[in-house]
């Protein structure tokens, strides 16, 4: 009897699991959209498609430091990704904001994506005229948060990253258009032909919170979350982090503070994080402008719109003088 209640129990977490996966893709991803946003360039931009690139670019002035900015798992060249470049560029930054899956001819699943795509990237953005090579940054939010922390332990060209809404973690992959399929994705990224080490989604939410799902994956696998963290330590330069307490989509302040207790065990490079209480997912880049459609929106993933404003007021400055004062 006892073994057949624990089946049970098994079968019943499972069911749960691919229902909370089903409510991740209806309500957040929507996977009826018809296609992923390609947003155009915007003032002094330019699209880029060398390479096997996709980009907006935006050129500074000569010399002048740069960033390569990455969106999440909405995939395609999101406006708002779009807007974060722009933003940097006014502050005098050259910026690339890369598409790295989602658009034509790239993979529509968020599986096994390459690295050495970014590594062309960044290749490419370090040799343009107007770049000091030497002062390379890198911006990501939520999955691009998870890239760009992934991407800076690997490469040493990279001397600041700022990761909003991160992972401290490699997870398994994304399929917008199947959640029914999630469970069975392996790792999101790969290097050199393999998967990197991921978190699968696992063990049995307490709750339909779509970040309890998270919670409970990384509580079912404590190997694969030790195999799967991302060596914030071999980074080369400072990172910091924003996140909100009340994020719905996964727990990003926990796992920011986890890259923050990881990077000083290990003697890694500074990190700070800038944590809102009472804001959600959404506190990634500038602020909203008021009555906008994304400020109306802004309390989709967790907190008020009042609350995730405010942390976007204040923790935007505190990115830029943070560029400012590590890329010059």
């Not at 430091?65 to 006014?90: R, Y």
């Not at 049995?204 to 919670?215: C, G, K, L, N, W």
Request: hydrophobic residues 45%.
């Amino acid at each position: 009897m006892k073994r057949a209640l624990k089946w049970i129990g098994i079968f019943i977490g499972v069911l749960v699991l691919l229902l909370v996966i089903a409510m991740i893709a209806l309500m957040i991803w929507k996977p009826w959209a018809p296609s992923f946003d390609v947003a155009e360039p915007g003032d002094g931009g330019q699209r880029i498609t060398e390479d096997g690139l996709l980009a907006n670019y935006y050129p500074a002035e000569a010399n002048s430091p740069a960033i390569l900015v990455l969106g999440g798992s909405e995939g395609g060249l999101s406006g708002g990704t779009d807007a974060i470049a722009q933003t940097l560029n006014d502050e005098g930054f050259t910026t690339m904001a890369l598409s790295y899956y989602g658009a034509a001819d790239q993979p529509q699943i968020m599986e096994n994506l390459p690295l050495e795509y970014f590594d062309t990237a960044l290749s490419w953005l370090s040799e343009q005229p107007e770049v000091n090579p030497d002062a390379v940054g890198i911006f990501g939010g939520s999955k691009g948060a998870e890239a760009a922390l992934l991407i800076a332990s690997r490469d040493t060209s990279i001397k600041a990253t700022v990761a909003a809404a991160p992972s401290h973690v490699v997870w398994a992959g994304i399929d917008m258009a199947k959640p029914w399929a999630m469970a069975k994705l392996g790792s999101t990224w790969s290097a050199d032909g393999e998967p990197l080490p991921y978190v699968p989604y696992g063990g049995q939410p307490s709750s339909r919170e779509i970040a309890d799902m998270y919670r409970a994956s990384l509580v079912a696998a404590p190997d694969a979350e030790e195999k799967a963290v991302i060596p914030v330590e071999n980074s080369a330069g400072p990172v910091l982090m924003t996140c909100g307490e009340d994020d719905t989509l996964w727990p990003a302040c926990d796992m920011a503070r986890k890259v923050e207790a990881r990077a000083k065990e290990h003697g890694g490079p500074e990190v700070t994080v800038l944590a809102y209480p009472d804001a959600g997912h959404l506190v990634q880049g500038p602020p909203a402008k008021p009555n906008s459609d994304h400020y109306n929106n802004l309390d989709i993933l967790g907190g008020s719109i009042e609350s995730n404003q405010a942390g976007l007021e204040d923790s935007w400055p505190q990115v830029v003088e943070f560029f400012h004062a590590e890329l010059g």
